[in-house]
């Protein structure tokens, strides 16, 4: 009997005007609909929800915000790889990325699978002729058509490999269960043979991103978009080169010997390209030089700067591909874009002046995933000259209230001496070291010069609420000084005398408060407004204030990735001006310029600030030098020996200057990538993930080299010591026990067990 399966059609409208991206109810529809001009249209349309199956679920933020040097996750299993958290039936390590990968769930089949079977369907048609209509007619349009699902189906391909390696991939669209589950992996060679072949087709097809009606058709295929692909694939292939050997599980006929413990090394082997570096260069070159439409944002800012009734940011020209959605959440799906319930902060007390979550601070943060970790916050090295550091994180808060029940601007706070105010109150002692310390230069406008009285409120309208130091021990804020600021203060280091207190948290005495040694924050205990939290994917436009969902497009390639894609590709070929070049292309863009404010913690409190100018530290703050040649690198900067290479932070196993390179380029796409998912793409295919997490990730890492506190509780807290027990193969993900159980070989016969080991990825 011949059988028909419904295709769910995963589409929305864009959040620029008009849409490409148009959905159709049908209630009943065959396979012969596909073939038509309108089905076939609507069947690739739907396979550009490759970029959106993994901000909507929990799958995605937990399969790339875990696995990574600079993300610490909030589940202490999770964060120091417990084998109760990493095997072939834990769900962050097997289940979720499965998930991802593929699942039946609210009457719809979504993940990659899925998306690749559609791509291939759309392929197929369009090959074998049997495409109606205007695909028939114009073999331009086919040809352009079947590229963007070659587009998507590389992009789907390029996941799994990042998450499993060596992987099925079926090249023939399926509408049957089949005969058996004989799923050969694919070597990661094949694999990128193949993508890179589908995307030099899709290059030569797609039009310039200067011929796209950016209205109608923005988010589409463009030749853009496929070089700037090319760049990263052909770079991730010369990375890995040298893994190619039985040394690291690769066998002579080019499969992998997952019994070999450094398997996970060479299951990141793709191919040993000579021309490879220099394929990244052109292809790159391409995007950069050559588009004549791309280029960086001026302001790092504004490319997530997200206002009420404002998706100016989402057309950004230094987007090159991004994941749309549309705007107050029309044809989004089940939950839209939910990426900021995944990693957004808490902010809202009472008694610091933000009683209630507002529209345009944030919403429901209860599914987060994970926080960023002192290494992340510390690879802002100079945080008053490199603005992606405020301009990534809530470092402060002003006071507020909710504007209204719909999206609404929020409303002042109280003033300090209104009935309604009900922020922290003045101690003698803190009113006391205020007024001799620090009202003599506050000059902030809010605070009109008041003095701290004894028993009356801290905070008022317009004044900051809660403020982050990211400090070291060395550079701790001394404990009266923090306490007697007329806001919040949360500090990574305390200094109370001879004591040194580790992200200690504050106990309420009364209407005031103290902070408490016997307690911390951080390492096993992160607080979710125990640190900054990142607004990348704040949505003031979300429907509800308190929900999970979300109608900000989403940045997939953005051209400051495709200058270090370059960059590394020249470092690389030991044309270090060329690449210093490109780095230096990035940084300046992130440097301070005159004219613009800081953050007031980042002018007052945050060490370093003693070497701005005295009106630098006054408000309103403005930024007086450019802090552009304080942004500069030069080849110092992986010497190994320079104060400016030792502050990266490198691995020791980075002993060559091609080692300290490689990892200075990570840190750079660390620091502009801040909890964007391809960071993990970067760090993964770099063959560097699991010596940076084993070095700089405490929780993940079984080294002692941290500072000690003395807020321990019960001998637990900031011991200096790693709490880990993190494992190289932990890179890749397994598959699931209950899948391998599944597998047949090609007769249909169930695997025995020395071959479902074979299966599975080392270490699971």
């Given at each position: 009997?011949?059988?028909y ?6 589409a ?18 065959t ?6 001009e ?63 990968g ?84 694919e ?15 899709a ?20 030749k ?12 991730n ?15 002579a ?60 940011e989402e ?7 991004s994941?749309v ?15 900021a ?49 405020e ?23 109280y ?57 070291t ?30 992200r ?139 104060e ?96 391998i ?24």
């Amino acid at each position: 009997m011949k059988k028909y399966f419904l295709i769910s059609i995963l589409a929305g409208s864009v959040a620029c005007s008009d849409s490409f991206l148009e959905e159709k109810m049908v209630s009943v529809i065959t396979q012969d609909y596909f073939n038509t001009e309108v089905g076939l249209e609507q069947l690739i349309v739907g396979t550009y929800d490759a970029y959106r199956v993994s901000k909507q679920y929990n799958q995605g933020p937990t399969s790339f915000f875990n696995g990574l040097d600079i993300i610490t996750s909030k589940t202490a299993n999770d964060a120091t790889y417990s084998a109760s958290s990493w095997n072939a039936t834990a769900s962050t390590s097997a289940t979720l990325p499965q998930q991802l990968g593929g699942e039946y769930t609210s009457s719809s089949l979504l993940g990659y699978y899925p998306i690749i079977n559609n791509c291939n369907r759309a392929i197929q048609t369009i090959e074998e002729g049997k495409a109606l209509g205007k695909f028939a007619e114009n073999a331009v349009y086919a040809e352009l058509r079947k590229s963007e699902a070659l587009l998507n189906r590389a992009y789907c391909i390029y996941i799994l490999n990042t998450l499993y390696g060596d992987v099925y991939i079926p090249r023939q669209y399926t509408q049957a269960m089949p005969e058996n589950f004989n799923y050969v992996r694919e070597t990661s060679e094949s694999l990128f043979r193949q993508i890179i072949g589908d995307l030099r087709y899709a290059y030569d097809h797609l039009p310039n991103v200067t011929e796209l009606n950016l209205k109608s058709d923005f988010g589409r295929g463009t030749k853009q978009i496929a070089a700037h692909f090319l760049a990263k694939l052909y770079l991730n292939r010369a990375q890995t080169a040298k893994y190619g050997t039985t040394e690291y599980g690769r066998n002579a006929d080019g499969t992998i010997d997952n019994l070999n413990e450094k398997s996970y090394l060479g299951m990141l082997y793709k191919g040993n390209v000579a021309t490879d570096l220099d394929s990244c260069i052109w292809f790159a070159s391409q995007v950069i030089d050559n588009s004549g439409y791309h280029a960086l944002e001026a302001d790092y800012r504004k490319l997530y700067l997200r206002k009420l009734n404002d998706y100016s940011e989402e057309e950004s020209k230094e987007l090159i591909l991004s994941c749309v959605y549309g705007q107050y959440g029309v044809d989004n799906g089940r939950y839209g874009n939910r990426l900021a319930a995944f990693i957004g902060g808490d902010y809202s007390n009472a008694k610091w002046g933000i009683p209630l979550r507002t529209w345009e601070k944030g919403g429901n943060t209860s599914s987060r995933i994970g926080y960023m970790n002192d290494f992340g916050y510390d690879l802002f090295v100079n945080k008053h000259a490199d603005s992606r550091y405020e301009k990534s994180f809530y470092i402060e808060h002003t006071t507020g209230l909710r504007g209204g029940t719909t999206p609404t601007p929020d409303l002042e706070y109280y003033a300090y001496d209104n009935a309604n105010n009900a922020t922290y109150t003045w101690t003698d002692a803190t009113a006391e070291y205020f007024n001799a310390n620090i009202l003599p230069s506050y000059n902030r406008e809010s605070w009109g010069g008041r003095s701290a009285v004894a028993g009356q409120h801290k905070m008022g309208a317009g004044d900051i609420a809660i403020a982050y130091v990211e400090n070291t021990k060395e550079t701790a804020i001394d404990i009266n000084e923090a306490i007697s600021q007329p806001f919040y203060v949360r500090a990574r280091w305390i200094k109370d005398g001879s004591k040194y207190y580790y992200r200690v948290p504050t106990k309420d005495v009364g209407t005031t408060y103290e902070y408490n040694p016997a307690a911390y924050n951080g390492i096993d205990l992160p607080s979710a407004n125990g640190q900054p939290q990142t607004f990348k994917y704040l949505d003031p436009n979300r429907n509800e204030v308190d929900n999970y969902y979300g109608s900000r497009d989403v940045p997939i390639f953005r051209l400051a990735e495709t200058y270090l894609l370059r960059a590394e590709a020249y470092g690389r070929k030991n044309n270090w001006a060329a690449a210093i070049e490109d780095i230096n292309k990035v940084r300046f863009r992130a440097a301070y310029k005159k004219g613009e404010s800081r953050a007031e913690v980042l002018a007052r409190l945050q060490p370093g600030h003693e070497a701005l100018t005295e009106s630098e530290q006054q408000y309103p703050y403005l930024v007086e030098n450019d802090m552009t040649e304080m942004m500069r690198v030069d080849a110092s900067f992986w010497d190994g020996a320079s104060e400016a290479s030792k502050a990266e932070s490198y691995p020791p196993s980075a002993t060559s200057t091609e080692d300290r390179f490689v990892n200075f380029i990570l840190n750079e796409l660390a620091r502009e990538f801040t909890f964007e998912m391809h960071y993990y793409e970067n760090l993964h295919h770099s063959g560097w993930q699991a010596e940076r997490i084993a070095y700089n990730n405490q929780m993940a890492s079984s080294l002692n080299r941290w500072d000690t506190s003395d807020n321990l509780v019960s001998g637990k807290g900031q011991t200096g010591s790693g709490q880990g027990s993190f494992k190289p193969q932990y890179t890749f993900k397994a598959f699931t026990q209950s899948m391998i159980n599944m597998l047949t070989d090609e007769s249909g016969a169930l695997l025995d067990d020395a071959a479902k080991k074979a299966y599975q990825n080392y270490g699971y």
